[in-house]
């Protein structure tokens, strides 16, 4: 009762907007309660190399671009850990974009436990409710080889109180082979998994399968946040052509992250997550 007295809250300092569906209270949400939110670890603790001069810091993000990313905690073993994900456009109309190494753990390892999906998470409070997977998918070559290049993953969320998560908070675009100069907008959690940061830039070309970004301050909670490019601030919609993650899991320093490329496999890989989704709710 307590956290669903905090949900109740959040949600009054949420963006104008549909109500945010009740805390079922069941499964991976009833598991994360306050303190496991407040306790959780970016997945990846980066060692991160003294990197200066290169593009600019981060901002905290105190407006609604960030309504469509969310905090996604997992469970590796007992430690509870956070990455980023955000909705992304599809028929169903309850899917996320997010990096690979996030959901799944590589050559083998398995998909993480205990995922859920926090959208604008803030300082343990979940104003639009804590959302669970129905399925996850990564390609077959991250699973076999933890191909850097592929470095990204779906997850299809289950209906919450009888909503699709795009009804309630809309989703961007996602576009493939979108060149390697785009001006993007990147949003994700810090290390700290408080609030979460953006930052807008020109992204370049490390080579053939990844993308380039330089921003100081997105640290290893960042893994996974999309890069969003023509951004309309009058819908909050974009198109997505990169999420943190690929080389070095998204890279070793918090100034220079780096994108798979959104190959023809990517788009096939988010076909199938289509396929996967349930015919979207009335």
């Known amino acids: 009762m307590a956290l669903m007295a905090l949900l109740l809250v959040g949600a009054c300092s949420a963006a104008p907007g549909p109500a945010p569906p009740q805390l ?47 905090a996604l905690f997992v469970q590796v073993g007992s430690a509870d ?3 980023t994900a955000s909705v992304v456009d599809s028929p169903g109309r309850d899917l996320l974009i997010t990096a690979a190494h996030c959901i799944y753990g590589g ?22 409710g804590i ?9 077959p070559q991250w699973i076999s ?25 809309g989703a961007n675009r996602l576009s493939f082979n979108p060149g390697y100069r785009n001006l993007v907008r990147v949003t994700g959690y ?5 609030a979460p940061i953006t930052c807008r830039n020109w992204t370049s070309e490390l080579n053939i399968t990844q993308l380039r970004f330089e921003c100081d301050g997105f640290t290893g909670g960042t893994s996974g946040s999309p ?7 009058a819908t909050r919609t974009g198109t997505i052509v990169g999420v ?4 070095q899991q998204g890279g070793d320093t918090s100034a220079v992250s780096y994108s798979s490329y959104l190959s023809p496999t990517v788009e096939h890989l988010y076909q199938q997550a289509i396929a996967a989704e349930a015919p979207p709710t009335a």
């Open 190 to 194: 810090p290390a700290s998994g408080d």
């Open 244 to 247: 943190i993650g690929g080389y």
């Open 145 to 169: 080889d933890s191909d850097p290049s592929l470095d990204v993953g779906f997850v299809v969320l289950k209906p919450y109180d009888g909503q699709n998560i795009e009804d309630i908070l």
């Open 227 to 233: 890069w969003v490019t023509q951004f309309d601030r």
């Open 131 to 139: 959302w669970t997977p129905r399925d996850l998918l990564v390609a």
């Open 107 to 128: 050559s083998g390892v398995g998909y993480r436990k205990n995922i859920v999906f926090i959208p604008d998470y803030r300082e343990g409070l979940a104003p639009y």
């Open 81 to 83: 850990h956070f990455c």
């Open 24 to 70: 079922l209270g069941r499964g991976p949400a009833k598991f994360w309660n306050r303190s496991r939110l407040l306790r959780a670890l970016p997945l990846r603790s980066r060692t991160y190399r003294a990197q200066s001069g290169l593009g600019q810091p981060a901002q905290a993000d105190e407006n609604q671009l960030s309504v469509r990313v969310g």
